[in-house]
């Protein structure tokens, strides 16, 4: 890098415009930086527009390193720290965007994925970002003192002095475009670990599934665990279960589907708790108070009626038996499968259908300012890393945080 280069010589490729591209891209022209964003779809942002089912959550007001899941703490924590709510703040004051909470939750206060959209775009445009659209980028050369971009046999004629990736994960895009990213960062000498779907359903065994269809729609609040085929734990969620037809949804079934790597030979089970904080000292007295109702009535007011027959199944109990008449087994049993609701997940949703894509490449390959390890003036940033964010807005304030640790590092260049 020429060190005496004037003001507002250093150019950036920055290569997809989703979120953490654009971010990255205003970021930068800030700094004086000239920035030139490449888009492989007609236009930016298409991504977000289904963001929080259309209101973009595009971030959270309590970030912790504990809403991710990594091989590398230390540097996400780091990463993390930096881009703090003040230095977040800042930024979405430079967009002009106003933000609402709900329960922790950001979103604009329109309510409208839109308007991030247009303030990203709009602020671009004013600081004279140059877009190059429906073009996919399929190799990224460095060469001594700058890098080329290149789309399909075309080089694009621009000598680019710094270089982003942002160019997001396999979740949620065409199938023959699911890869382009994690290609182009290969060849430049990084590791890409398997990428699985996260953020999504699970489908449930064929047994399961018999059961399942006589509950699906229903939501219920539940704890729940996910156990490896050896039954040991590896993570716990609690919130809105649904049921489905054929497996589990809901927020904290998507958490879990970070940790599971379903199609590399791995087993998982999913725990349920229906009745969380309901004791064997409650189950006693309830006893007590009902022992002639038969379960079907002696369930009201704590369980949905649809759960009652599902469980008896379960436990092998006549739903016709009256409490006071079943066996200590038998009570043991149904209060085991009340807190202990075993499923066996056959498989998660695919990586269409899911929010994020886990694997990727190792966060380990970069540095706190997203500077690849392999490559000078090369930045990763957001879901092409292998740092899986939970719902709620964790996933997008992550792909900020790598554009404003990125471009915060570029300040030297500038």
């Known amino acids: 890098m020429n060190e005496n280069r004037s003001s507002g010589s250093v150019s950036l490729a920055v290569i997809g415009g989703g979120y953490g591209g654009l971010c990255a891209a205003v970021m930068a022209s800030a700094c004086k930086i000239k920035v030139t964003v490449f888009e492989r779809q007609d236009k930016p942002l298409k991504k977000i527009a289904l963001t929080g089912n259309g209101r973009c959550n595009i971030s959270n007001e309590n970030i912790s390193i504990n809403d991710y899941v990594t091989d590398d703490r230390d540097t996400l924590d780091a990463i993390l720290s930096s881009f703090n ?3 977040e703040n800042r930024f979405f004051s430079i967009l002009g965007l106003g933000l609402r909470s709900d329960e922790s939750r950001l979103y ?7 308007s991030v959209m247009d303030a990203l775009k ?4 004013e600081s004279g970002v140059s877009f190059v659209c429906d073009h996919t980028v399929t190799a990224v050369l460095k060469r001594d003192d700058h890098f080329e971009i290149r789309c399909g046999n075309e080089t694009y004629d621009t ?3 710094l270089c982003i990736l942002a160019c997001g994960g396999a979740a949620g895009v065409y199938k023959e475009n699911s890869s382009n990213g994690f290609d182009i960062v290969k060849k430049l000498g990084h590791t890409i670990k398997p990428v699985y779907p996260a953020l999504t359903k699970v489908i449930c065994s064929a047994d399961d599934q018999k059961a399942l269809k006589k509950l699906d729609g229903i939501r219920v609040r539940a704890d729940l665990k996910l156990l490896d085929d050896k039954g040991d734990l590896m993570a716990e969620e609690s919130g809105e279960l649904q049921m489905t037809a054929t497996g589990l949804s809901g927020i904290p079934v998507f958490d879990l589907t970070r940790y599971m790597k379903v199609g590399s030979g791995k087993a998982y089970r999913i725990s349920v708790d229906l009745l969380p904080g309901f004791t064997g000292e409650m189950f006693d007295e309830r006893m007590k108070l009902f022992p002639l109702r038969t379960p079907e009535t002696f369930f009201t007011g704590l369980l949905l009626p649809a759960f009652v027959p599902f469980i008896c ?5 006549n739903i016709h038996k009256r409490m006071g008449d079943l066996s200590d087994n038998e009570v043991s049993d149904l209060i085991n499968t009340l807190h202990d609701c075993i499923f066996d997940i056959e498989k998660t949703g695919d990586l269409a259908s899911a929010q994020i894509s886990t694997g990727g490449v190792p966060l380990s390959e970069v540095d706190l300012h997203m500077r690849s390890k392999k490559v000078n003036g090369l930045y990763i ?3 092409m890393l292998d740092v899986a964010g939970r719902c709620g807005g964790f996933n997008l304030h992550f792909a900020a945080s790598g554009a404003f ?3 915060k590092d570029m300040n030297s260049y500038a």
Do not use: S
Request: hydrophobic share 30%; net charge positive; aromatic share 8%.
């Open 313 to 317: 199944g379960r436990c092998n109990i």
């Open 381 to 383: 940033i957001g879901e």
């Open 85 to 87: 709510r003040e230095e």
């Open 108 to 114: 604009p206060v329109t309510g409208k994925a839109l």
């Open 159 to 161: 000598r680019f002095d």
């Open 122 to 125: 709009y602020k671009c445009n």
């Open 405 to 407: 640790n990125a471009v």
